[in-house]
């Protein structure tokens, strides 16, 4: 591709894609085409953050998903549960050859939202986890903007 620029594609997704749709799937019907439930499996895991508001000592988080709107409240993290969240979420290693091996732990990102969770709205279930790490990120980006926008105590 270039001069320090790589591309990383993930041989054989379509096959996990259509795997885990046939066990999520709710109804009967014919088989769905292995590179169909992967544009499935990818609408479903689309999350977009709509606002970040604080209530009180809590972030109420709102999301767009498929099918519409979700909102999540969830309490403010303590400095423990930050640190702990950002050491176990991604993992770097430096390979030979200028090579880096990047690893994201959603199961991370799932047990601090599980601590923190205080209620959501627009689910009939649990929420899924890739939801549930979109969420986390933005209640943590939003308390990361205002302690930048907050003056210094000692200015």
């Not at 895991?45 to 709107?69: K, M, P």
């Not at 009939?124 to 302690?147: F, M, N, R, S, Y």
């Given at each position: 591709?270039?001069?320090?620029?790589?591309?990383?594609?993930?041989?054989?997704?379509?096959?996990?894609?259509?795997?885990?749709?046939?066990?999520?799937?709710?109804?009967e019907?014919?088989?769905?085409?292995?590179?169909?439930?992967?544009?499935?499996?990818?609408?479903?895991?689309?999350a977009?953050?709509?606002?970040?508001v604080?209530?009180?000592?809590?972030?109420?988080?709102?999301?767009?998903?498929?099918?519409?709107?979700?909102?999540?409240?969830?309490?403010?993290?303590?400095?423990?549960?930050?640190?702990?969240?950002?050491?176990?979420?991604?993992?770097?290693?430096?390979?030979?050859?200028?090579?880096?091996?990047?690893?994201?732990?959603?199961?991370?990102?799932?047990?601090l939202?599980?601590?923190?969770?205080?209620?959501?709205?627009?689910?009939?279930?649990?929420?899924?986890?890739?939801?549930?790490?979109?969420?986390?990120?933005?209640?943590?980006?939003?308390?990361?903007?205002?302690?930048?926008?907050?003056?210094?105590?000692?200015?």
């Amino acid at each position: 591709m270039g001069r320090g620029v790589s591309e990383t594609i993930i041989g054989q997704a379509e096959v996990a894609d259509a795997a885990l749709l046939a066990k999520i799937r709710t109804e009967e019907g014919s088989e769905i085409d292995p590179f169909e439930a992967s544009r499935i499996i990818e609408q479903l895991s689309q999350a977009d953050v709509d606002d970040v508001v604080q209530v009180g000592d809590a972030l109420r988080v709102t999301l767009c998903v498929l099918g519409g709107t979700v909102t999540r409240l969830l309490k403010m993290p303590s400095a423990k549960d930050l640190f702990e969240y950002r050491r176990g979420f991604a993992r770097v290693l430096d390979l030979p050859y200028n090579r880096q091996e990047l690893t994201i732990n959603l199961g991370a990102a799932g047990a601090l939202y599980k601590k923190l969770a205080a209620g959501t709205e627009g689910y009939a279930g649990e929420a899924p986890i890739i939801h549930q790490a979109v969420a986390v990120k933005a209640a943590i980006d939003a308390l990361d903007a205002a302690c930048q926008e907050s003056p210094a105590p000692n200015s």
